[in-house]
C-alpha cells in the first residue's frame, strides 16, 4: 500500500450558525489521484480551504506525514508543501500571468531583487505544457485582467504546479476549462503521480473523476459518508452515494411541440460588436434552445447584448418590435432576464439578506403607493419553496448559502418578474448533480407556462438532455443550427470544433 | 504581445501607460512645467533657472514626500487621511523644541522623536485598519482629528524661532550644483525603485490588486497593508522636519492642506485609487504639478481659491479621464 501524505480526522468548521463540516475524513496517498466527491454544500470547497490553511478549523486533526500540523495562514501550508487550485480564482488582475504565477516565489538575481527576465523564461515553459489549447494574446507577460476564464484557470494551475508541492488540491479546476485544456491538465497530473504526488480532485464531472482518479471519497452534508476505489465501482455507485437516493438526470423529455408554426419571438440578424460577427438567428414563442461550442466563442457576449449590456450593429426583433436596447433596464421592461454564469459578481449582493437579493429587481412591482413589504414576503417565500431553497431563514445573507444554493436565488429573483424571454449563461457550472435536476425540472416548468428560453452551457450532455435546438457557436459566429435528428453530440462536437468539410472522421461518428 | 507595426516610441508610450499609468502625468508635468518657466519675466537671464529649481524644490518637497506615503498607501489599498495632521504634529514639536543651536545632541534627539511619532502615528493607523479591519477612509480621518488636536494642543497659536544656521542649511545646500531638496527627491525614488524590484513591491501590487487573492497565495496581507501606513507616516514626518526648516516656525494647522495635495498629487500621478496600479514616480511627478499649478496661479496674480478649484477640477478630470475617453469613443464596458 502507498504511504499516506496527509490525513485529516474529522474536521470541523462552522461559519455562524451553520454547520459547513462536521466530519472532514480524508485519505491522501502519495503517487495517486484521490476525488472528493459530493453535491454542492457538502463541505468539499471548506474541507480543501481547511487543508490549505485558508480557514482555520472548528475541530478534528490534520495530519501531514504522520505529523499532527495546524497551518493558520496559506503561507505556512504552502510552505510545508500543501498547494490547491481553487475554485474562486486566487489570481490579480493589475498583475501579469508571470507574476501572479511567481507571487511569493519569486526568482531572484544574485543582488536580491527579482528576476523579472527568468520569471517570464520559466513561465514560458510552463505554458508549453498546455500549448495549442489557448490563444496567441497569452503569453507570460499578459495582463490577467485581459484573460479569458479558462486561461486564467490555466494560470491558477501552473501557478500551484510551480512550486512543486508535495500534496496538490485541484478544486473544480477544470469547470472553466475545455476538452483539450482538461487532456493538458490530466498529462500534468500523471506526471506528478509519477513522481509520487498526493493529489486531490474535486469536480462534479462523473466522466473526469472516473478517467483520472484511483479513490474516491464521498461526502454529504459536510460528512465523509464512503469510499470506494474507482476501479471497482460504477457512476450510479457514486451518485448514489452523493445524494443518498437515485436521481434522474434528465427531464422528462421533449415538449413534443411543433414550433415551425408559433409566432417568432426574438429574430436576431446580422447582430456584431467587439466580439461577435453576424450573429443571426430566429426563437419562437415557448421554444428551449440552446447554445453550444467551445468556450469564449461569444455566448456570454451574445446574452449580454441581447440583454443591452454591449453595443451591438445589426436587428434585433422582439415580440414584433425592433428594439435598440441601451441598458438591462430596456430589456427588463421588455420581460427579458437574464440569468448570469458568475454568480459571486454579476447576480448577487453577497451581504444582502437572501430576501433583498431576491426582490433586487421587483421593487417596482409592490412600490404604489407604499412598498408593500409583506407581499412581497410572502411572494419571496413563495419563490423559494419553489426554488427548494435550502437555507436558515429569508434574512440570512447570501454569503451563508452554499454554491447552489446561492445560484438558485439568481434564477429566482428573475422569476418573480415572469419573464417572457429567459437568458441563461451557463447557469449549472459548478452546480451538483440534485440541484440541477431541480433546475432542470423548473426550465420545463417555465416552457410550458409558455417562456421562452435561451440556454447556453458548456455542458454538452446537459444541451443534448434538455434542448430540442441547439446553436452551436464559434468565434463569435452561429456555426450551426442544430434540432432533430441533427441533434447528436457528435455533431456538436464536430461544429465546435470549427470543421467545416464533412471529412471521414465525421461521417463515421455520425453513422456509426 | 509586441506589436511589431508600431514604431518604437509609440510601443515606450503604451508601455508607459499600460505598465506604469505616467501617461497623463508627464503631459501635465511638461505643460505646466513649461506654461510656468514662459510665465517668468527674467527666464531668459542666465542663473535664473537654476534659482528657480532651488526655491521651488525645497518649497516643494513636503508636499512630496508626503505624496510618496500616500501613494504607497494607495498602492496597497488603503487611504491616509491623517499623514497632514502627523506633519502638523511634527512641525509643532521642532518649532517649540528646536531653538538654538547650543545643544545639538538634544536637537538631533528631538528630530528622532518626530521621526518615531510618525512611525507610531503610521503603526496605529495600520493596526486599526490592516488589523482590526476597519474601513482606512473613517479610522485615518478621525486619527488626522487627534493628531490634528495633539498639534493644537502643544502650540496653540503660531511660533516657535528654528534657527537661522539650520534652516540656511536646508535652503541653500547644494552638491554638485544640485539643491538638496532635489537630492531627497531623487533618494526617494532610488530607494523606491530598489523596494519595486523586490518582494515588498511585488507582494504591495499584489495587495492593492486583490488583497484575498494575495492572502490563498502567501502573501502577508496584513503586515503589507501596516506598512504602508507606516512608511505614509514615516514621509509625513520627514515633510514635517523639511516644512519646518522651510518656514523656520510652527503653525499647528500647517500640515492640513497636505491631505488633499497628497491624494490630488497621487491621482494626477496615475496612482489608481482602487489601489495596485500606479508608480510612485508618478507620484513625484503630481507632487511638482501641483507646485507648478500653485507657482502659475500665484505668478498670475490669481486669488488662492482658483488654487482649490484647478485642484478640485483636476481629480474630478483625472478619476473621470478614461471613462469620458472611452464615452467619446462610444464604448460601454
Sequence with gaps: MKSIVLYTEKIEKRFGGVI?????????????????????GSGK???????????????????????????????AAQRAGIMAVYQELSLIPSLTVAQNIWLANEPKTKFGSIDEKTMNEKTAKLLTLFTGTFQSSFHPEAYVRDLPPDERQIVEILKAYSRKPDVLILDEATASLDSKQVSCLFDLVQLLKSENKGLVFVSHRMDEIFR????????????????????????????????????????????????????????VENVANERLSGVSFDIKQGELVGIGGLRGQGQSTLLHTLFGNNRYTGKITLFDETLTFDHPKDAMDHGVALIPGDRATEGLLLLRSIFENLHLPNWAKYSRPFLKVKSAYSDAEGVSQQLNLVMESLDSPVSSLSGGNAQKVVIGKWLLRNPQLLLLDDPTKGVDVGTKSEFYKLLGKLQQSGTTILFHSSDEQELLDLCERVLVMQDGKVKADLSGDQLTESNLVFHSMGATNNNNHYEESTHA | MPERNKSKIAQWWRNLNVRHSLGLSLILLVLTTVLYFILQPNIARSGTITRLLTSNFRTWLPVILVTIGQAIVILGGGLDLSNGSIVSVGNVILALTVTTTDEPGKNMLMVLVVIAFGLVAGLLNGFFTAYLGLQPVIITFASSFVYSGLALLLLPSPGGDIPRE?????????????????IVIVLAILIWSFFRQRKYGRFLFAVGGNDKAAYTTGVPVTWMKISTYVISGLLASLAAISYTLLTGSGLSSSGNDMTLASITGSVLGGISMSGGAGSVIGAV????????????????????????????????????????????RGKKK
Design chain 1, 20 to 40: 459547513a463540516l462536521r466530519e472532514g475524513t480524508i485519505e491522501v496517498r502519495s503517487g495517486e489521484v484521490l476525488a472528493l466527491v459530493g453535491s454542492n
Design chain 1, 45 to 75: 470547497s471548506t474541507l480543501t480551504k481547511v487543508t490549505t490553511g485558508v480557514l482555520s478549523s472548528d475541530g478534528g486533526t490534520i495530519f501531514y506525514h504522520d505529523e499532527p500540523v495546524t497551518y493558520t495562514n496559506p503561507m
Design chain 1, 212 to 267: 483520472i482518479a484511483d479513490r474516491a471519497v464521498i461526502l454529504r452534508n459536510g460528512k465523509t459518508v464512503g469510499e470506494v476505489v474507482l476501479s471497482e465501482s460504477n457512476e450510479d455507485e457514486v451518485v448514489n452515494m452523493m445524494v443518498g437516493s437515485t436521481v434522474s438526470l434528465t427531464r422528462a423529455l421533449s415538449s413534443g411541440i411543433d414550433f415551425t408554426d408559433k409566432e417568432s419571438v426574438l429574430t
Design chain 2, 166 to 182: 539650520y534652516t540656511s542649511v536646508y535652503r541653500s545646500t547644494q552638491v554638485l550644483g544640485i539643491p538638496l531638496a532635489l
Design chain 2, 285 to 328: 511627478f503630481g507632487g511638482i504639478i501641483l507646485g507648478n499649478i500653485r507657482n502659475i496661479i500665484s505668478t498670475l496674480k490669481l486669488d488662492s481659491w482658483w488654487r482649490t478649484l484647478v485642484n478640485a477640477l483636476l481629480i474630478v478630470l483625472v478619476l473621470a479621464g478614461p471613462g469620458l475617453i472611452n464615452l467619446i
